[in-house]
Structures are given as C-alpha cells and as structure tokens.
C-alpha cells in the first residue's frame, strides 16, 4: 500500500522578520503554480529559501511528520491546515480582490509571526527537526532541496496583514505547541 507523509512545519518569527516575511509570502502566493506537483514542489523550494533567509530571527518552530495510507491523508493534510487556519480570529482571504479591512492589534507592538508549511507528499520524507535553531535551518535547507512528489501544500502565515500585530504573550498562546529556539 502506497504511503503518504504529511509534513507540518511551523515557524513563529520575531519582529524584525515580520514585515518583509508577510510581503514576501504575499507575492509568492500570487506568483506561485500549486496545480501541479513540480510547481507546488518549486514554491516549497522558494518558501523554504525565503524562511531560511530570515532564520536567525526564528524565534519558536515545531515540526509534525505522520504517515498515512492514499485514503487517509487527505482528509488528515486538510485538517491539519484547517486547524492551524481557525487559530488565528481574522483570515484574510487571498482569492478574493477586495481582502477585508483588519486592525486587530496594537500598531504600536512591533509584532511576530508564525508561518506554518503544512506538505503532503508521496512515500516517506528523510527524518528532521526543529527543537532548536540548528535543527530548524537544517530542516529548512532539506525542504529547500527536497526532491519528491509534492501532492499537497498549504502555507498559512498569521497574521497576514501588517497592521494585524501579534504580540509575543498572543503567539506563545495561539501556538502553545511551538517550542523556543536556544532557550
């Protein structure tokens, strides 16, 4: 029987991060093919590059692999994603023209981010980690070069918007799961 990995990898970023990270991922989404497994294979690379980029200003990750036969994963890559969507209370919505108008945080908090990397791809993916900043980058790194069939792929950042801002205290509470690099 055919297996399948789902692979979630979530990174929460401090502040001097969050702003070029958001636009950043804002253009990849417009720009990037997710119809096909070499082009959802090819936008895996670039995220994982442009994470890797700002790794020295990780400041929490978490990554979950779990194995599932053809019937199972599915409905497991598309819970998982649902959830890490429903933790944040505004979702911007980026197939539609007209995004709706948030002012969630205080502008005056500098703000993080947490960007989740949530992968479906067929047969087994080579054992990482992310329990600390090196295990993080090599996880980033390998994502960066992985050569796979990449059958899934769902990238939710939190918040979306710059002027939605999430303080360190809401992300440690949204994301209790996350644990802290180089504590």
């Known amino acids: 029987m055919q297996q399948f990995t789902v692979r979630r990898l979530s990174v929460g970023f401090g502040p001097s991060a969050r702003p070029a990270l958001q636009r950043d991922l804002d253009a990849m989404a417009a720009s990037v093919d997710l119809g096909t497994d070499e082009g959802r294979l090819e936008a ?3 995220i994982a590059g442009r994470l890797l980029a700002d790794g020295a200003a990780a ?6 692999d779990a194995r ?9 890559f598309d819970a998982m994603a649902d959830e890490l969507r429903s933790r944040y209370p505004i979702e ?11 002012v969630e945080g205080d502008l005056t908090v500098p703000g ?5 990397v949530v992968l479906g791809a067929v047969g087994e ?11 993080l980058l090599a996880t980033l790194s390998s994502l960066r070069a992985l050569d796979a069939t990449v059958v899934a792929l769902e ?3 939190s918040p979306s918007v710059d002027t939605d801002r999430m303080s360190l205290d809401a992300m440690t509470t949204r994301y209790p799961e996350l644990t802290a690099l180089d504590a």
């Open 44 to 46: 895996l690379h670039r």
């Open 59 to 64: 400041s929490h990750a978490l990554l979950v």
């Open 68 to 76: 599932r036969s053809l019937d199972e994963a599915p409905p497991f």
């Open 92 to 102: 911007t919505r980026r197939n539609e023209l007209s995004a709706p108008a948030v």
């Open 112 to 116: 993080h981010l947490v960007v989740s």
């Open 125 to 135: 993916l080579a054992p990482c980690r992310a329990d600390d900043r090196a295990g």
């Open 155 to 157: 990238v939710i950042w």
